[in-house]
């Protein structure tokens, strides 16, 4: 069980970051309405702690209409990602506890099938902002690897590890490594790669 220290942690630090970086959110807000129009934010349900749903909120990236996701990528959206900054809405997230700084990525409903009974363990924490995972390739390594990386944070946790996870994502959202796979605007997703693979 994670220690209250780490709730305490997430609630004071993700309400100094929203304070200070208000004027950045809304600079941010003003370029993507101006640039992708509106909606400004990406609201897309998520699975988090306990398997409970919950709507993870990011700076939208993508122009609507059709194409897919590579398609429809814009330049702007690309540099969000790349610097990670479409990501800092999902403060809020971790301020009213639906998420932490640290733990698993949340991913969609519909992988919920997909999951080893080792890998459904990331659902014993609550989902991250950043993870082990990401701080080992983000989307540029294989989904087992990925998901992987997600059970050993839950069996192995403790806060020098969260410490040392926050350290290397900065230096890797400073180098813009890892943002996406191969091919993919960011990584293929779980349901389509295990079906094709059990296909094989």
């Keep these: 069980m994670q220690s209250a220290l780490k709730r305490l942690f997430d ?8 304070v200070l ?22 609201r897309q349900e998520r699975i988090g702690y ?14 609507p209409g059709p194409g897919n996701d590579a398609e429809r990528l814009t330049p702007f959206g690309r540099f969000l990602r790349a610097s990670s900054l479409d990501e800092l809405p999902e403060l809020w997230n971790i301020l009213i506890g639906e998420m ?10 519909r992988y919920l099938p997909f999951y080893s009974t080792r890998e459904a363990t ?15 390739g983000r989307n540029a390594q294989s989904w087992e690897d ?9 069996a192995q946790w403790s806060l020098g590890m969260d410490l040392h996870i926050l350290a290397r994502t900065v230096m890797l959202v400073l180098r813009r490594h ?8 960011t990584m293929q997703p779980l349901d389509e790669y295990r079906s094709h693979k059990d296909s094989t």
């Design 11 to 18: 609630l004071f630090a993700s309400a100094v970051l929203l």
């Design 50 to 63: 306990r398997q409970r749903p919950f709507t993870l909120i990011k700076f939208r990236t993508m122009r």
């Design 178 to 185: 890892g943002v996406s796979a191969q091919g993919q605007a």
């Design 100 to 109: 932490s700084f640290v733990g698993p990525r949340p991913l969609l409903p």
């Design 146 to 154: 990925r998901l992987e990386y997600d059970a050993r944070y839950v």
């Design 122 to 136: 990331r659902h014993q924490v609550r989902p991250g902002l950043t993870g082990l995972a990401q701080v080992h």
């Design 21 to 42: 970086l208000a004027p950045l959110l809304v600079l941010l807000a003003l370029l993507v309405a101006l640039l992708l129009g509106t909606p400004v934010f990406f």
